[in-house]
């Protein structure tokens, strides 16, 4: 990139954000405290989410998108056989989960790819987990995310996600109000939705059994592709 870096612009354009972000979720010491404060959320229930990608057998197909700096990357297991494709819209992104996947010992289960999840370059049915974690809050377009990040699993396969809800908080919970103001202005954030219209949309994409549970405001969705 030329030019002085932004403090604020979309996620590809590695802002300010982009930058201080995965030093919240990869160190928890500093993130956690902010997670709380922000969201009334923990940040252990991500890296423990991440687990799941670990739990697969030899041979199983993740999709992890976003994967941002990688944070999924945790869950997986050195000198195993499971093919992670790491997806971000950002390049700069993509070369810090390439790092993470180096520092964690599983580069050689790690594939990275420059994708936007509006359009994901992947036949259908080709994953056996998508994880989304931290992401439809930040998509131009959640909706057709969801179609997409479904239209990629195999079925009977599982996505499993977290994200930023806009429900109807009451109390001191209205604080993520601010914090969603904050990251609109900041342009890191997209239209968002609310927790009902992904549950809406998982089950209209093929999802069935969906579950969606509010940690604060974050909400934790898992949900398995109908078999036709
Ligand atoms: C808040 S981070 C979350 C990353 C990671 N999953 C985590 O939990 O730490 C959001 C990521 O979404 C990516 N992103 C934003 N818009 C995207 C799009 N349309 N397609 C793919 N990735 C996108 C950003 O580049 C950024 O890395």
Redesign the pocket.
């Given at each position: 990139m030329t030019g002085p870096r932004r403090l604020v612009g979309?996620?590809?354009e590695d802002p300010l954000w982009?930058r201080i972000?995965?030093h919240l979720?990869d160190h928890p010491a500093l993130g956690a405290p902010l997670w709380r404060l922000g969201l009334g959320t923990d940040i252990s229930l991500?890296h423990d989410a991440a687990r799941e990608i670990g739990a697969l057998p030899d041979g199983a197909r993740v999709l992890?998108?976003?994967?941002?700096?990688?944070?999924?990357l945790r869950g997986l297991l050195p000198g195993r056989h499971v093919e992670v494709v790491a997806?971000?819209?950002?390049p700069r992104?993509l070369e810090r989960t390439y790092a993470a996947a180096r520092r964690h010992g599983v580069a050689d289960q790690v594939t990275t790819a420059l994708?936007?999840?509006?359009a994901l370059p992947f036949g259908d049915g080709t994953f056996d987990l998508v994880?989304?974690?931290?992401?439809l809050?930040?998509?131009?377009?959640p909706h057709r995310?969801v179609h997409e990040m479904v239209r990629v699993l195999r079925p009977g396969a599982a996505i499993v996600g977290?994200a930023l809800f806009t429900d109807d908080f009451r109390g001191v919970e209205r604080r993520y109000g601010l914090v969603h103001a904050a990251g609109r202005l900041a342009r890191?954030l997209?239209p968002m939705c609310s927790s009902a219209d992904a549950v809406r949309w998982l089950g209209e994409a093929g999802a069935v059994d969906v579950r969606l549970e509010m940690s604060g405001g974050i909400g934790w969705f898992r949900g398995t592709k109908r078999l036709d």
């Open positions: 979309a996620w590809s982009a972000y995965p979720v991500l992890d998108v976003p994967t941002g700096s990688g944070v999924a997806a971000d819209i950002s992104m994708a936007d999840v509006g994880v989304s974690f931290t992401g809050h930040v998509f131009p377009d995310a977290s890191v997209g």
